[in-house]
């Protein structure tokens, strides 16, 4: 998979948007960029992806920068049920088989 | 989650004895994981399907085998668990390659 760098942390206040930044600097032309989430104990939850552009849906916003080499994860209103691990994923196109391998990720912490 | 069944949810053996994890689906997604998760190590691959009769290997499998004789059932198992294999345990499943994985609740193994 294309190396992702993430923060090991970071907080938010409830209703505010909270960016959660991914550095993915090696991505390849036809590799996605994936966000996961995790809460605590729960099985991981898919949130989004995308290619080169832009992705919203109902969980939250996808923005990919033009060269491809970040992306970040937009939470529009943060709720306290938001708090959880991030993972920002680009798994590799080099065989027909998509494995996520999973890192440290980010974790977000949003506070009352 | 929807879709996405594993059993049991909770288990203590002892070392040396065998362990059989299941996996079951009802969407009839083609790909199947397992993953484990520990502490300071995030979720790391052990095997995966990508078909009935069809599994590989990911970076964690040894000490461990799979079998999927159907579509919608993945078994894991523990020829001989040993105290390292005390983990929780998730399965996931994919209807292609390249597109959100639905997680399970895990299961937690414990080797004593």
């Known amino acids: 998979d294309a190396k992702t760098t993430q923060p090991t942390s970071m907080d938010c206040a409830e209703g505010r948007a909270a960016n959660l930044p991914c550095n993915h600097s090696?991505?390849?032309?036809?590799?996605?960029v994936y966000w996961y989430r995790q809460i605590h104990s729960q099985g991981p939850q898919y949130i989004i992806h995308?290619?080169?552009n832009n992705e919203t849906n109902e969980m939250a916003s996808l923005i990919i920068t033009e060269d491809r080499k970040s992306s970040t994860l937009i939470l529009p209103h943060a709720t306290l049920r938001d708090t959880a691990v991030y993972y920002c994923?680009?798994?590799?196109?080099?065989?027909?088989?998509?494995?996520?391998?999973f890192g440290a990720g980010t974790t977000v912490t949003v506070r009352a | 989650d929807a879709g996405i069944t594993q059993s049991p949810r909770h288990k203590v053996t002892e070392t040396g004895t065998p362990v059989t994890l299941r996996c079951h689906q009802t969407?009839?997604?083609?790909?199947m994981y397992w993953y484990r998760q520990d502490p300071g190590h995030g979720l790391r691959l052990i095997h995966y399907?990508?078909?009935?009769?069809?599994?590989d290997k990911g970076e964690v499998s040894d000490g461990y085998s799979v079998s999927r004789s159907k579509t919608e059932d993945f078994l894991l198992t523990l020829e001989s668990a040993t105290s390292s294999q005390t983990s929780v345990y998730f399965c996931?499943?994919?209807?292609?390659?390249?597109?959100?994985?639905?997680f399970g609740s895990g299961t937690r193994l414990t080797v004593v």
């Open positions: 996931a499943i994919s209807p292609t390659t390249g597109v959100g994985y639905t």
């Open positions: 994923i680009v798994p590799s196109s080099s065989s027909n088989d998509y494995k996520l391998s």
């Open positions: 399907s990508y078909g009935v009769k069809d599994t």
């Open positions: 995308g290619l080169k």
């Open positions: 969407e009839n997604h083609r790909y």
């Open positions: 090696t991505i390849s032309g036809n590799e996605y």
